[in-house]
């Protein structure tokens, strides 16, 4: 569901209005792709899911954000604003890195024998 989403995103860049970051953007969507198709076809399920969740989190709070600055919302803006900050930090940086990423590199291997990320 999310690889549609993103994959959609992805094509209608081309029909939307062309923005200063288009390339970026659409590197950073096939990237994401990448990164999702990875995931299910190494059977990491649970910790694409995981990944995913830490990642979209501050955009709920960056979508706010723009609703606010589109509807001249000072307050919604700034809160908006503060919570996306607030939220990237502490799921970016903190949860990512110490929680996900140490569980899937360290810990993964005692519970489930032969996982295919440690092959790599």
Known sequence: MEGSFYLSLMISQFFDTKRKD???????????????GGSY?????????LVMV???IADIFLEAAKLGIYLQWVWLSN???????????????G?????????AIFEANAVVKNWPAHIL
């Open 22 to 36: 288009f390339w970026e953007m659409f590197i950073h969507h096939i990237a994401t792709l990448c990164l999702i």
């Open 41 to 49: 076809l190494g059977g990491c399920y649970r910790i694409g899911a």
């Open 54 to 56: 830490t990642h979209d």
């Open 79 to 93: 809160g908006g604003f503060a919570g996306f900050t607030l939220s990237w930090i502490i799921f970016r940086l």
């Open 95 to 103: 949860v990512y890195p110490f929680r996900i990423l140490n569980c």
